[in-house]
C-alpha cells in the first residue's frame, strides 16, 4: 500500500502537521536537518542501518550507516567551527558527488551555517560570481577543483578559509588547509546549533533570464515540505533502496537527494561516475534500488540505447519511479512502463524556489503520459491569465503556472535581492517585505513557466514564460552566457537561446557579431565553445554558433532573444515591427 492512501482524502485532510506525524516529531525537539538527517535517526535506533552506499569510478565502494553520518558530519561541524566559521555564515560545498560532501551539507547546517553547494563542472568565473554574490566566507573543495579556487581567491576578498578535503595535502598551497573527515579523530559529540524554524539553511544559486544567477534562500522548516513530499510522492519506507541521480549541486540533489530520504532514515545511493546505460542499469541491479528519482534527459538517453539492454539486468527490486527537472514526454512515460515491469516514471514539477515538489503524479493515481500530475495536498496552485493575472477558469487555456504563498520548505528570499523576490508575486505591494510576501495568501507566487490544466485538474506543462534555457534539468541564463561571451577577443556582441535538442531538450545556442579584425571560422568557433566551458560549464557551452553580420535589435539597442529563439524553434517570431532596421 502506498503512503498515500487517497488523494481526494489527503487533500481534504491536509495540515502541514502531518509532516510532524510522519516523523514522529515532538514539541521541542531540536528542528536542525543537520542532525534531524542525522543524530535523531540514530536516537531512534537506525544507527546501524546503512544511510549512503556509495560508488565511484572504477571500482570503489563505500558504505556508511547512520552512525557515521552523525560522526562525520559532526567532525565537519567541529572543524569548522575551529576554523572560526560562524552561524549564518556561507559555506560553499564545491566537490563531486563523493561521501564528503554529504557528510560536510550535514555539517555546515548542524553548525548553524548556511550551506551553498555549486555544481563541481562550474568554471571559475560561474563559481566567482556566486561566491562574491554570497560573500561566502569558506569553501569546501578538492584537490580536482581547487585550482579554480585558486584563480579566483584574489578577487574574493571575504572568502577566508579554502579547505581541501581529499587528495595529497602536500600539494596545498599556502593559505590553504587539508581535512579529511575519514581520517581525522571521530567526534562522537557536537553541540548542535538550535535553529528555529526561520533559521537559514541552504542557498541555491538559480539562473533567471536577466542579471546573474540569484540565491534562493532556504531554511530549516523547509524539512517538513521535502519528508512529507518524499513520504507520499516518492513513497518511501523503511526497507527501501532508494537512488537519486541529482548532484546536490542543484536542488533536487539537496531535497531530494539529501534531506527527504535521510530525514526518514532512507538508505540511499549515489553513483559518483559518469553516465552510461549500462553502469546506470547495473548500479540498480547490484544495490537492489527499489525507488529511483531521475530526470527526463537522463530517461530519453536509455531509451535511446533501447530495450535489448534493459533486458540484460534484473531491474526486478524496482518498484517506483519518478522524475523531475524537464517536461517529461509522453513517450518516455509510456517506454518506462513497457521495460521496467510496468512502471511508469511519475512526473513532479518544482523549483530551487519552491524548495519541494509542487505538482505531482502519486503512486495509486491514473497517470496521464505528459502531464505533470496535479498539486500536492497543502498547495493552492493555479494557472493565472497571461494578460489579466486572474486564474484562468476554462481548461486547456494556457497560463502562468502560480502558487499561493505559504508552503514550509518556501525560499525565503533572494540573497540581498528583495526587488527580484518581490518581483515573483502578482499583487504585491511596492515596500512589501519578504516576510509579508511569503505569508500573504492572496497573493501569487509565479514560476516562470506556462500550462494549462485539463477539465479533470491535471497539469500540461507548456514552456517557460522567459528566455532561460533548460538543458538535461538544468536552468542556465542566457545573460550570464552572453557576458562570457563578450569577455572574448574576437567577440563584439552576443545573444544566446536555447536550441531544440532530442535528448536534452535544449541546448545552447550562440548568435555573435565580431569585431574588426575577426573573421568567422571553424577554429574560431571551437575556442569560443571552450572558452565558455572552461569559464562558465559544460553545460553552459554553446553547441552551435552562428555569425551574424548584425544582431537584431529593439530601436532602444537591446538584443531581442526572442526573435532568434523562435528562428531556432520554427514558430512565429511575432511582432518585428519595434525591430530596428540599422
Ligand atoms: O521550467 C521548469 C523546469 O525547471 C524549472 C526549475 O528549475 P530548477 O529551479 O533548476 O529546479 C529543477 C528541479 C526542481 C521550472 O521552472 N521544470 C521542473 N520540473 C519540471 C519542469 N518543466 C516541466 N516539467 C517538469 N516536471
Known sequence: MSNIESYEKAKNDFSWDIARDVLNWKDGELLNIGAMCSDR???????????????????????????????????????????????????????????????????????????????????????????????????????????????????????????????????????????????????????????????????????????????????????????????????LKDDDIYW?????????????????PWVLGTTQCVLDSGFTSSRWYQFIQDNKISVWYSAPTAIRALMKDGNELVGKFDLST?????????????????????????????????????????????PGMEIRPGSMGMPFPG??????????????????????IAFRPGWPSMFRSYWKQPDIYRSKFVGATEDAMPDELRMNPELWYVSGDRASIDKDGYYWFVGRDDDVINTGGHLVGPFEIESALVEHEAIAEAAAVGKPDEVNME???????LKPGYEPSDDLELDIMNFI????????????????????????????????????????????????DE
Open 507 to 513: 541546448v545552447v545556442k550562440a548568435f555573435v557579431t
Open 533 to 580: 566551458r572552461k569559464r562558465l560549464s559544460p553545460l553552459a557551452m554553446p553547441q552551435e554558433i552562428e555569425y551574424m553580420d548584425r544582431l537584431p535589435k529593439t530601436r532602444s539597442g537591446k538584443i531581442v532573444r526572442r526573435y532568434l529563439k523562435a528562428i531556432e524553434w520554427g514558430e512565429d517570431v511575432g511582432d518585428i515591427s519595434s525591430l530596428s
Open 244 to 260: 537519486c541521480t541529482a548532484d546536490p549541486g542543484w536542488v533536487t540533489g539537496t531535497s531530494y537527494g539529501i534531506i527527504g
Open 41 to 235: 535517526i540514530c536516537d531512534r535506533g537506525d544507527a546501524d542501518k546503512t544511510a549512503l552506499i556509495w560508488e565511484g569510478f572504477g571500482d570503489r565502494k563505500e558504505k556508511y550507516t547512520f552512525n557515521d553520518l552523525r560522526i562525520y558530519s559532526n567532525g565537519f561541524a567541529q572543524f569548522l567551527k575551529a576554523q572560526g566559521i560562524e552561524p549564518g555564515d556561507r559555506v560553499c560545498i564545491f566537490m563531486d558527488k563523493i561521501p564528503s560532501l554529504y557528510f560536510s551539507f550535514l555539517g555546515i547546517l548542524k553548525l548553524g551555517a548556511i550551506a551553498q553547494p555549486l555544481f563541481s563542472a562550474f568554471g571559475d568565473e560561474s563559481l566567482e560570481v556566486r561566491l562574491a554574490s554570497a560573500n561566502t566566507k569558506a569553501i569546501l573543495t578538492t584537490r580536482k577543483h581547487v585550482r579554480k579556487v585558486r584563480k579566483i581567491k584574489d578577487k574574493l576578498p571575504e572568502l577566508k578559509n579554502i579547505i581541501v578535503v581529499e587528495g595529497d595535502p602536500a600539494k596545498l598551497k599556502e593559505g590553504e588547509v587539508f581535512f579529511d573527515v575519514e581520517s581525522a579523530p571521530k567526534i562522537e559529540e557536537f553541540d548542535v546549533f538550535k535553529s528555529d524554524s526561520e533559521s537559514p539553511s541552504v542557498l541555491h544559486y538559480t539562473s533567471g533570464t536577466t542579471g546573474q544567477p540569484k540565491g534562493a534562500l532556504h531554511v530549516h522548516s523547509s524539512v517538513w515540505g521535502q519528508a512529507l513530499t518524499t513520504s507520499w510522492v516518492l513513497d
Open 379 to 400: 498547495i493552492s496552485a493555479s494557472v493565472l491569465d497571461l494578460e489579466s493575472h486572474e486564474p484562468v477558469t476554462e481548461p486547456g487555456k494556457v497560463g502562468l
Open 318 to 362: 524496482l518498484r517506483h519511479l519518478a522524475s523531475v527537472g524537464e517536461p517529461l514526454n509522453a513517450e518516455a512515460v509510456i517506454w518506462s512502463g513497457e521495460v521496467f515491469n510496468g512502471l511508469q516514471f511519475h512526473d513532479t514539477f518544482w523549483q530551487t524556489e519552491t524548495g519541494a515538489m509542487m505538482i505531482t503524479n502519486f
